[in-house]
């Protein structure tokens, strides 16, 4: 994380800072941490695992769509990833349990106080906030190993 902005031209003691303090639902940027990161770790995957792009429904019969509306065929994880597509990110999530999704997003400085559902799979279920999300993402630089983010909160020069 180079730079996160909490505010401009406000002095706040104890305040809220928006950059850290607010959360938001990570949408897709949570697919690598759910979906894809736990099947690489506990499935063996690769980026070139084959995955069918079909007609899908979550487990209730609920159908699920892609933003695009349209459907890929068998695609790679790389190329699901890639273009941020929801049906191969369900079944990823599906083949890797929910269990231990949620037990890879915690080890990455992401909790979850409550069972996760399916709908985490696309970011439906757990707000995060930037710092969170960039100490999760920072695990996939540097081996798989988490480092609990910080910030720089002045520099002196004398």
């Known amino acids: 994380m180079k730079a996160v902005g909490g505010g401009r031209n406000t002095t706040v003691k104890r305040g809220w800072n928006y950059a850290t303090d607010a959360k938001r639902s990570p ?14 770790e506990y499935l063996n995957w690769s980026t070139y695992h084959q995955i069918k792009d079909e007609e899908y429904t979550y487990s209730n019969g609920t159908p699920l769509k892609n933003a695009s509306g349209r459907h890929y065929g068998t695609v790679t994880t790389r190329e699901a990833l890639a273009r941020s597509l929801n049906i191969p990110a369900l ?4 083949a890797v349990g929910l269990d231990r ?34 100490g999760a993402y920072s695990s996939f630089g540097n081996n798989g190993i988490y480092n609990e ?4 909160k002045k520099i002196v020069f004398t």
Do not use: C
């Open 91 to 94: 079944k990823t999530l599906q």
């Open 27 to 40: 949408g897709s940027t949570i697919k690598p941490i759910l979906d894809y990161g736990p099947a690489v």
């Open 101 to 134: 999704a949620r037990d890879f997003a915690t080890d990455l400085g992401i909790p979850f106080d409550k069972e996760i559902t399916e709908s985490a799979a696309l970011g439906g279920g757990k707000d995060v906030s930037t710092l969170e999300l960039a």
């Open 149 to 152: 983010p910080h910030s720089v």
